[in-house]
């Protein structure tokens, strides 16, 4: 609503001066990319049954990272507990590391419901997927899948037939799907993390060498996709 609001009273004011307007406009764009936002839950550690405090260096670093290497766009830790102990982990390291907290914080809500229910604007959401990309089973996955309704399941079978741990890919969510309609979100980008549980594929039996490298792949993939958006 910031950039839009910015944006259109840009187009109201009424100059004669080029170069100013020129300035204008420059800066409306600018408003609108900065706009950008990424929500995402933390990958791999409910279902999936990674340690906390690993995964929340794991997401301060790379978080801390995108920012330094990308001038626009917002990153958004979201879970849906006031009490959940990844979120205050995250924010505790992050203000220790004195991350800029305009382009990244934490939110307590639930990912599908962001703009509706606690007016924060997210054009993209990551999901923690699984590796066959199916909707379903629990967690996040199953809260995007329903509120997306079956527009997303087309659309992330046009675009990949199952996921490696470590990778993610990014679906552009069409206009008839609910969630882009209320919600206006336009891409929901699929990460899927390493697994430590026994029950579930992939399981990597407490190794976490590789977990670790998994994460953090899983991170970087996820964040290089919404960039790409932003660019
Ligand atoms: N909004 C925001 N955060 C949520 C929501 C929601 N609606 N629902 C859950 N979380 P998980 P994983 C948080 O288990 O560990 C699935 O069945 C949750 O509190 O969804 O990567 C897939 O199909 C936690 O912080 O993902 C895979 O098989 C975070 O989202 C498997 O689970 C991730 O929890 C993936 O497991």
Redesign the pocket.
Known sequence: PEAIGTCSMEVEKKSNNMKENEEQSKESVSSVINSHTLAF??????????DLERASDIIVDTAAEFIQKHENGRLVL????QK?R?LSLVKDKASKKSIDSSRFFTFV????QLKSKGGLQCNVIAN????RL?A?????????FNAAGEALQRATKECADTLRPGSSVCVPLPSTSPLHQKEGVTHVIH?L?P?M?PM?PDCLKNDYTKGCKILHDAYNSLFENFASIVK
């Open positions: 839950p933390s990958i791999s550690t409910a279902d999936f049954q990674f979201v879970d849906l507990s959940s990844i809500g639930d990912i599908t923690a997927a699984n590796w199916k379903g089973g629990g967690g996040v996955n199953a809260a995007i990460v993390g697994n549980n579930r």
